[in-house]
C-alpha cells in the first residue's frame, strides 16, 4: 500500500482542509472561474457572455456556455451581465451564469433536472443513492460553502447581493466574500503588495497590506483588455485602405492572396443575419488572436512616441497577420501603438467615439495614486512585491514595458515585479488565491454560516469580510 | 492485497449508445468483447430494470405458439411467469427496442437508476471473479460530483477491490500513443473536443458535448433530405450506417447536382427490366449493376408505375400496409416483383457485358445507390399481430428480400450474415441477426448530404476555439498537427476527410506572401508602414520560432548571413522569436496515424480508440504500476477517504 514518506502529500484527513470541499467562485467580466477549494486550476472556467433570444420577458430565451454562444442563430444576443463600472448590473442573469459554471462542470446537479427529464416518475425510489442526490440537488450548493471574489470597488448593495444570492437562491452552507487583490497576492505567497490586476473591461490596482485590502487606495481604470481591442479596431479603421474585420462564421473557405490584397474567400449566407451584438463577440475572438500574435508593447527605454523609438520598431521585423477571410499583411509600428494607450494615454488612438482617455487611468499613474494613500514607510515595502495579474498581461513586453515604468517613477526603491510565469497562474491568480484560502484549515473560523446570516442579515458581509 | 492479473481486469466504456465492456486483457489487445446498447427497459415493477424487451402474452391464442422454441423466431426465448401459470406469457424481444430508456443522453448520465441497472447488468454478464480491480472510461461531460456518485456505486455496489476513473480523451490519446493531440470525439447526440499536451487534458477549453453535431445530426440531416421521399427516421439512419452514405468535402459537388428533383432524374429501372437494355446516362447505368428490385420509389412495373403516389407512399412503409391488413394483397404483389426480378436478372445477363462493367463508378459518382434496410417497425408490427409460427415465417420470407443469392423459400430460420457497413454497432453476441425483414431502398444524391446542415463547421468551430483557448500557445501548432477523430459518429464515409478539407479551407494560415521570400533576399530595407507588401525584410520565418518553421533551417539561413538580421534589433529579435505567445496557428492540420502494432483492431477501425487506450492504461496501472502512482482507489483507500477520495487517484 501506500507508505507516506517525507515526499508524499499529506493524507487528506491529517489537515482539515479537503474536508470541506468549499467551491471557489472568481466571475469576471470576460470568463467566470469556478473550481473546487484545494484544487491547483478551476475545473469550470466559462464565459460571461450569454446569448439571448427574444426581447427581455418571459419568453425570451437565455444561453450559457461556450457551446451555445458561438453558434450563428438569427436573433441571438450576446450579452455581459456586467456593467461599465465593473460591478454586476443584471444579477438576474448573472446569478445564472455562475450557476451553470458551477452545475455544468463541477456538481452537475441541476436544480431542475430530477423534474424536468421525467425519467423519475416511474423509477420510484429503488435506489437509495438516487434518492440522495434528488434531495441534494434541490439547490445547488446544498453540501459546499462558497468563497466568492469580488472586485476591490464593490458598492456595499452589490456584496449584500452576493451573500443573499448563496445563501437563498443556492442555498450554500457557509459563505465569504473576499477581494480579488488580496487573493491575487494570497495566490503569490504575499500578504503584502501591489496588485496590478488587468483583466478584460477594467485595470485595477490594489495596494494589500497583510492580507488585508487598503480599500482607499484601490484604484481602477477602464484601460484594459477591451480597451487594447477597441484600440485594435480604430487602428484597422483608421489604416489606408481600411483594414477589413470579418470573423470565422461569415466564412465559408478562404482563399490565399497576396498581402494587403483584398481577400477573396467565399462567404456564407444567412436567412436571419446574426445580430450585431453577436458579429462583435465573434470579432473579438479574432481580435484575441490578433493580440495573441502580433500586439506587443513598446518595452522602454522611454515611450513609444519619445524620440526615435517610433523608428527603430519600424525597423524591426514586422508581424504578419492574417484574417479569417485570408486577408494578410505584415504589421510593423502599429502594432506597438494599439497597446500603448495602456501607459501613455495621450499616445492612443482616438475617433469620435472613443474620445481620448484621462491621463490618470493609465498604468503608472494608477500605481502612484494607489501608493499615495499609503504611508510613505510601507511604500518600499509594497513595491518590493508588485504582483501582476490578469489576462491582458498577457501581452507580449507588458512587464518589460511595466517594470521600466515603475522604476521611472520609484527610482530610489528596490522594485519587484512578480509575475508568475505559467498563463494558468497568471490569468487565474485571484481563483487560485481563493482556492489556497479556502482549503485551509485556520480559514474555517472565517466563514459565515448560514445560521449567522439567519440571524444578522445580508448586512453581516459588511462586519465579517473586511 | 495480491497483485491483479491481465486475466481479472474489467474495462467499461459507457456511451450514449453502445456501452463496451470486456473482462481480461488479451495477449494482444482486441475491440471489446462485450457490447451492449446503453439502454434498459423498464420492468412491471416500478423501479427494476431488464435488458431486453419484455414483451406481455396474455392472450387466448397464445396456444398455437407454444412450439415455437428454437424454430423460426430462435431470438424469442420465452419464459413463463409465475411457473405454469400459462395465462401470462412473457417472451424477451431482443430485437425491439420499443420503449427502452436510454440513461445517457450526449454523454451525460441523465437517469441514474437505469444507468446503474444498465452498468450492473454488463457486470453481471461477464460474470467476473471476485478480484477483479474495475476501470470505468470517464466521459468529458461527467462532474466531479458525478464522479463520487459513481465511486460510491461500484465499491458498494459490486465490492470491487480497485476502481480507476479515466477521461475519455485521455483514453484515447493512451491509444495512440501521443502526448500532445487533440482529441475529436463525435459520438451518437454530441461532440468532445479536448487538447491534451503532454497527456494532460485541458480542462479550461475543453469543449464538452457539443450537441447536435454527432451521428443524430447526421441521421437528421439525412431525414430532413430525404422526409419528402417518405424515409422514415429508421430508414435513414441505416442508411446512414451502410457504405453508401458518404460526406463529400466542401467543394465537391454532388453526383447530379444539377436537379434532384423527385421524378425527372429518376430512370426507369422497370423499363431497363424489360428490355434488359440499360437506361441512358451514368446514373442509369451503374444503378444496372444493383437493380432496384425493392419498394424503393419508382421501382414498379407496368400498370403501377410512375404518379401513383398513393401506392408509392404505401410502398414505403410496409408495416401500415401490414397492420392494416392488406398484407395478402401485398404479398402478392412482392411475389408477381420477384418474379420480374428473376426475370429482369435472366435478361440483364444476356445484356451486353461491356456496358456493364466499366459503368462501375465509385460512390461518389454514382447518382444513386440501394442499400439493405432492416424493417424492424415491420417486425414488430408481425409480431404484434400474433401471427402463429407459420403465418410469421411465410410473412417473413415473403417481406425479407435480404440475401439473394439462396432460395427464397425456406431460409428465415437461418443466421444470416448481415451487410456489414459504416457502423452497425448492434454487434453483440447476445443478439441474434436472425429475424429482421431486410428490404433494398434506393436513394438518390441526398445520401451524400448528411453534413449539410452544419455539422462539420460547428466541429470545426469548436476545435479551434479548443485549440485557441489552450494558455500555452507554443502548443497550440502541434495541437493542429495532431488531430484525432474517434467515436463512432465519424465513422460515416468521408466524414473524417470532410472534416479535415473543412479545417483546412477555414483556419489553415498560408504563409504570408509578405514575408514568404524574405530569407532569400538579403536586404537592409526598412519597411515602410502599412502596405509592406512589395518591401520584403529580413525576417527570421513568417510566423516565429514556434510555429511550423524548421529552427534548423532557420538557423542555417541566418548563421551563414549574418547581415539579414536587421541593425540594432538583435537582443530583442532572439527573445522575440522565442516567445511562446507569437505566431498565428494552425499553419499546418494533420491526423495523427492510428497505431499498426495492434492487428485485432485494424479491421474494425479506431474509431473506439478509447477502449483500446483503457486496455493499455489498465494493463499499465492494475499490473505494471500496481497503485505505486495512486491509478487508482482499492477498497481501503475508498473505506478510509470515502467516494471524495476519487479525486486524488487517477491519470
Not at chain 2, 34 to 44: C, H, I, Q, Y
Not at chain 2, 536 to 560: I, M
Request: glycine share 10%.
Amino acid at each position: 500500500m501506500n507508505m507516506p514518506n517525507s515526499s508524499t502529500a499529506p493524507n487528506a484527513n491529517e489537515y482539515a482542509g479537503d474536508e470541506v470541499s468549499a467551491i471557489v467562485l472568481d466571475p469576471g467580466y470576460s470568463t467566470t472561474r469556478a473550481g473546487f477549494a484545494g484544487e491547483d486550476v478551476p475545473k469550470s472556467v466559462c464565459p460571461s457572455f450569454y446569448g439571448q433570444i427574444g426581447d427581455d420577458g418571459d419568453s425570451s430565451r437565455y444561453f450559457f456556455g461556450e457551446n451555445s454562444i458561438h453558434n450563428p442563430v438569427g436573433d441571438l444576443q450576446i450579452k455581459n451581465p456586467w456593467g461599465s463600472d465593473g460591478i454586476v448590473e443584471d444579477w438576474d442573469t448573472a446569478t445564472k451564469i455562475w450557476e451553470y459554471a458551477i452545475t455544468s462542470r463541477l456538481t452537475g446537479s441541476k436544480p431542475t433536472d430530477p423534474t424536468k427529464n421525467g425519467l423519475n416518475d416511474a423509477n420510484g425510489d429503488a435506489m437509495e443513492v438516487d434518492v440522495e442526490a434528488l434531495e441534494q440537488s434541490e439547490k445547488p450548493l446544498e453540501d459546499s460553502p462558497l468563497l466568492m471574489t469580488e472586485p476591490g470597488w464593490n458598492s456595499t448593495k452589490a456584496r449584500e447581493k452576493y451573500i443573499e444570492l448563496a445563501f437563498e437562491e443556492w442555498g450554500t452552507p457557509a459563505f465569504y466574500l473576499h477581494k480579488t487583490g488580496a487573493l491575487a497576492a494570497f495566490a503569490s505567497g504575499k500578504a503584502s503588495g501591489i496588485v496590478i490586476d488587468v483583466g478584460a473591461s477594467h485595470t485595477s490596482v490594489t495596494p494589500v497590506l497583510d492580507g488585508m485590502v487598503l480599500r482607499k487606495g484601490v484604484q481602477k481604470s477602464p484601460l484594459a483588455g477591451n480597451f487594447v481591442s477597441n484600440q485594435i479596431r480604430l487602428s484597422f479603421k483608421q489604416s489606408s485602405p481600411e483594414i477589413p474585420l470579418t470573423p470565422h462564421y461569415l466564412v465559408a473557405s478562404k482563399t490565399q492572396v497576396d498581402a494587403g490584397a483584398p481577400a477573396q474567400a467565399s462567404y456564407k449566407t444567412f436567412a436571419t443575419p446574426p445580430t450585431e451584438s453577436f458579429r462583435r463577440h465573434e470579432e473579438e475572438r479574432v481580435l484575441t488572436e490578433f493580440k495573441e500574435s502580433v500586439v506587443e508593447l513598446w518595452p522602454g527605454p522611454g515611450r513609444f512616441s519619445n524620440g526615435t523609438n517610433e523608428e527603430i520598431a519600424k525597423n524591426q521585423p514586422g508581424r504578419p497577420f492574417e484574417m479569417p477571410d485570408g486577408w494578410n499583411q505584415v504589421f510593423s509600428s502599429e502594432r506597438f501603438r494599439v497597446a500603448e494607450g495602456l501607459f501613455d494615454a495621450s499616445a492612443a488612438l482616438t475617433d469620435a467615439d472613443s474620445p481620448k482617455p484621462k491621463d490618470e487611468w493609465c498604468i503608472p499613474r494608477l500605481v502612484q495614486q494607489a501608493l499615495t494613500h499609503v504611508d510613505a514607510d510601507q511604500r518600499p515595502l509594497l513595491l518590493q512585491n508588485i504582483v501582476v495579474t490578469g489576462g491582458s498581461t498577457l501581452l507580449y513586453k507588458f512587464n518589460e514595458r511595466l517594470n521600466y515604468e515603475i522604476n521611472t517613477i520609484y527610482p530610489s526603491t528596490r522594485n519587484k515585479l512578480i509575475a508568475p510565469g505559467p498563463v494558468v497562474e497568471r490569468k487565474y491568480a485571484a481563483w487560485i488565491g481563493g482556492s489556497i484560502l479556502a482549503s485551509l484549515g485556520s480559514f474555517h473560523q472565517l466563514w459565515i454560516s448560514k445560521k449567522e446570516y439567519e440571524e444578522h442579515g445580508s448586512n453581516i458581509v459588511e462586519k465579517r469580510c473586511r | 492485497m495480491p497483485a491483479f492479473k491481465d486475466d481479472q481486469i474489467i474495462v467499461i466504456e459507457p456511451g450514449s449508445e453502445t456501452t463496451l465492456a470486456q473482462l481480461g486483457l488479451a495477449e494482444s489487445l482486441t475491440p471489446a468483447r462485450l457490447r451492449v446498447r446503453s439502454r434498459m427497459f423498464p420492468a412491471e415493477k416500478e423501479g427494476e430494470w431488464e435488458p431486453y424487451k419484455i414483451r406481455r402474452r396474455a392472450d387466448l391464442s397464445g396456444k398455437p405458439t407454444e412450439g415455437q422454441n428454437g424454430t423460426a423466431e430462435g431470438d424469442e426465448a420465452k419464459k413463463t411467469a409465475g411457473g405454469d401459470d400459462d395465462e401470462v406469457v412473457y417472451e424477451e424481444d431482443r430485437v425491439s427496442e420499443e420503449g427502452a430508456v436510454w440513461p445517457i443522453q450526449q454523454g451525460r448520465i441523465t437517469n441514474w437508476p437505469c444507468f446503474f441497472a444498465l452498468i450492473t447488468h454488463v457486470y453481471n454478464t461477464l460474470n467476473p471473479p471476485f478480484h477483479t480491480p474495475i476501470l470505468l472510461i470517464a466521459q468529458p461531460s461527467w462532474t466531479p460530483r458525478e464522479h463520487e456518485k459513481l465511486t460510491q456505486f461500484f465499491f458498494e455496489k459490486f465490492k470491487t477491490p480497485a476502481f480507476g476513473l479515466m477521461d475519455a480523451a485521455l483514453a484515447t490519446s493512451w491509444a495512440y500513443g501521443v502526448h500532445t493531440s487533440t482529441i475529436v470525439d463525435v459520438g451518437k447526440d454530441k461532440v468532445d473536443v479536448t487538447a491534451i499536451s503532454e497527456f494532460i487534458p485541458h480542462i479550461t477549453g475543453r469543449v464538452t458535448a457539443l450537441d447536435g453535431c454527432g451521428g443524430e445530426a447526421l441521421t437528421e440531416g439525412l431525414l430532413a433530405k430525404l422526409k419528402s421521399k417518405k424515409f422514415t427516421r429508421a430508414m435513414c439512419e441505416q442508411l446512414k450506417k451502410s457504405p453508401i452514405c458518404e460526406i463529400l468535402p466542401p467543394g465537391v459537388p454532388v453526383p447530379g447536382s444539377g436537379e434532384v428533383g423527385d421524378q425527372e432524374t429518376i430512370t426507369n429501372p422497370a423499363s431497363a427490366a424489360s428490355t434488359g437494355a440499360p437506361g441512358s446516362g451514368a446514373a442509369a447505368a451503374s444503378g444496372l449493376g444493383n437493380v432496384p428490385r425493392g419498394p424503393g420509389i419508382d421501382t414498379e412495373v407496368g400498370d403501377e408505375a410512375n404518379g401513383d403516389g398513393e401506392e408509392n407512399e404505401g410502398v414505403l412503409d410496409v408495416a401500415s400496409i401490414v397492420a392494416g391488413g392488406k398484407m395478402s394483397e401485398y404479398l402478392a404483389k412482392k411475389e408477381k416483383e420477384k418474379q420480374d426480378k428473376a426475370l429482369a436478372k435472366k435478361k440483364g445477363a444476356e445484356a451486353p457485358k461491356t456496358d456493364n462493367r466499366p459503368v462501375r463508378l465509385p460512390n461518389a459518382k454514382r447518382e444513386k445507390a440501394t442499400f439493405m434496410y432492416e424493417d424492424h417497425a415491420l417486425l414488430d408490427t408481425l409480431k404484434n399481430m400474433n401471427l402463429g409460427t407459420k403465418g410469421m415465417a411465410e410473412a417473413h420470407a415473403a417481406l425479407d428480400e435480404g440475401p439473394q443469392k439462396k432460395p427464397q423459400e425456406d431460409q428465415d430460420g437461418e443466421p444470416r450474415s448481415v451487410v456489414e457497413a459504416n457502423g452497425n454497432t448492434e454487434l453483440g453476441p447476445a443478439i441474434s441477426k436472425t429475424g429482421h425483414i431486410r428490404r433494398e431502398i434506393e436513394v438518390g444524391a441526398e445520401r451524400f448530404q448528411a453534413a449539410s446542415n452544419g455539422v462539420l463547421e460547428r466541429i470545426a468551430d469548436a476545435i479551434h476555439r479548443t485549440i485557441s483557448s489552450v494558455d500555452e500557445v507554443n502548443k497550440r501548432s502541434e495541437l493542429w498537427e495532431s488531430l484525432v477523430i474517434c467515436g463512432n459518429g465519424s465513422r460515416v464515409r468521408g466524414f473524417k476527410e470532410a472534416l479535415l478539407a473543412t479545417l483546412q479551407s477555414k483556419y489553415l494560415i498560408s504563409p504570408s506572401s509578405a514575408t514568404m521570400f524574405t530569407s532569400e533576399i538579403p536586404s537592409n530595407i526598412s519597411t515602410p508602414t502599412g502596405t509592406g507588401a512589395n518591401t520584403p525584410q529580413p525576417q527570421l520565418g513568417p510566423h516565429g520560432g514556434s510555429s511550423g518553421v524548421n529552427p534548423l533551417l532557420l538557423a542555417a539561413t541566418t548563421a551563414q548571413n549574418p547581415h539579414m538580421l536587421p541593425p540594432g534589433a538583435n537582443p530583442l529579435m532572439s527573445s522575440h522569436n522565442t516567445h511562446s505567445s507569437h505566431g498565428q496557428t494552425p499553419t499546418n492540420i494533420k491526423f495523427v496515424k492510428p497505431p499498426e502494432y495492434f492487428p485485432e483492431w485494424k479491421d474494425v477501425g479506431f474509431d473506439e480508440a478509447a477502449f483500446l487506450g483503457a486496455q493499455v492504461a489498465a494493463k499499465v496501472l492494475f499490473v505494471v504500476d500496481q497503485g505505486a502512482s495512486k491509478g487508482y482507489m482499492t477498497r481501503p483507500d475508498y473505506n478510509d477517504q470515502g467516494p471524495t477520495g476519487i479525486h486524488d487517484y487517477g491519470l
